[in-house]
């Protein structure tokens, strides 16, 4: 077959190795901060909103309740999050990141603020804008909640006054 008779790649085909290589980068930038990609994420959304329950970051970082409890309990150890009783249920655990988690999320913004800036550098802010807006089509038709403080948060940051993706737009250009 041709290339030009071959179909093009499914959209969902596309997206698996875009979330694949995303990840990959994501891994190499924090692992030299001690720092694993579902680790980051769950901090970037404690800093968002904290005080949320084990079950609630499961949910916002798309974990399973099991792989998030484990990675609480490995982020206490660690002294990155302190938990406490709920006032209303003392059976769950509120989570609050700590001054230590603070300052190594810095650190790990701005060891990962290349990345997105990286991934949009070739696109325009329009295009920016309709593949935001079509990814968020795209979940709200599997059913999925788009919670707007997980996706922030899970982007990285660029630490000067522009957000990592206004850095990309401006450093490819307005097409």
Same mark, same amino acid.
Request: aromatic share 2%.
């Given at each position: #077959?041709?290339?030009?008779?071959?179909?093009?790649?499914?959209?969902?085909?596309?997206?698996?190795? !875009?979330?694949? %290589?995303?990840?990959?980068?994501?891994?190499?930038?924090?692992?030299?901060?001690?720092?694993?990609?579902?680790?980051?994420?769950? !901090?970037?959304?404690?800093?968002?909103?904290?005080?949320?329950?084990?079950?609630?970051?499961?949910?916002?970082? !798309?974990?399973?309740?099991?792989? #998030?409890?484990?990675?609480?309990?490995?982020?206490?150890?660690?002294?990155?999050?302190?938990?406490?009783?709920? !006032?209303?249920?003392?059976?769950?655990?509120?989570?609050?990141?700590?001054?230590?988690?603070?300052?190594?999320?810095?650190? +790990?913004?701005?060891?990962?603020?290349?990345?997105?800036?990286?991934?949009?550098?070739?696109?325009?802010?329009?295009?920016?804008?309709?593949?935001?807006? %079509?990814?968020?089509? +795209?979940?709200?038709?599997?059913?999925?909640?788009?919670?707007?403080?997980?996706?922030?948060?899970?982007?990285?940051?660029?630490?000067?006054?522009?957000?990592?993706?206004?850095?990309?737009?401006?450093?490819?250009?307005?097409?």
């Amino acid at each position: #077959m041709s290339a030009a008779h071959r179909p093009l790649p499914r959209i969902s085909y596309l997206v698996k190795w !875009l979330e694949r %290589g995303l990840r990959a980068q994501l891994d190499a930038a924090l692992a030299p901060h001690g720092l694993t990609t579902p680790e980051y994420t769950a !901090l970037s959304v404690l800093r968002q909103r904290d005080g949320l329950s084990s079950a609630q970051l499961a949910r916002r970082t !798309l974990v399973t309740a099991q792989a #998030m409890n484990q990675l609480v309990i490995a982020l206490e150890r660690r002294r990155l999050i302190a938990r406490t009783p709920d !006032l209303a249920n003392a059976r769950i655990q509120k989570a609050s990141l700590t001054v230590k988690a603070r300052r190594l999320l810095d650190v +790990c913004d701005e060891a990962t603020a290349s990345i997105e800036v990286r991934l949009l550098a070739g696109l325009s802010r329009s295009e920016i804008q309709a593949i935001r807006v %079509g990814l968020e089509s +795209c979940i709200a038709s599997l059913g999925e909640p788009v919670d707007a403080t997980a996706t922030a948060a899970d982007a990285p940051r660029s630490t000067s006054r522009k957000p990592a993706r206004d850095a990309a737009i401006h450093e490819s250009g307005d097409r």
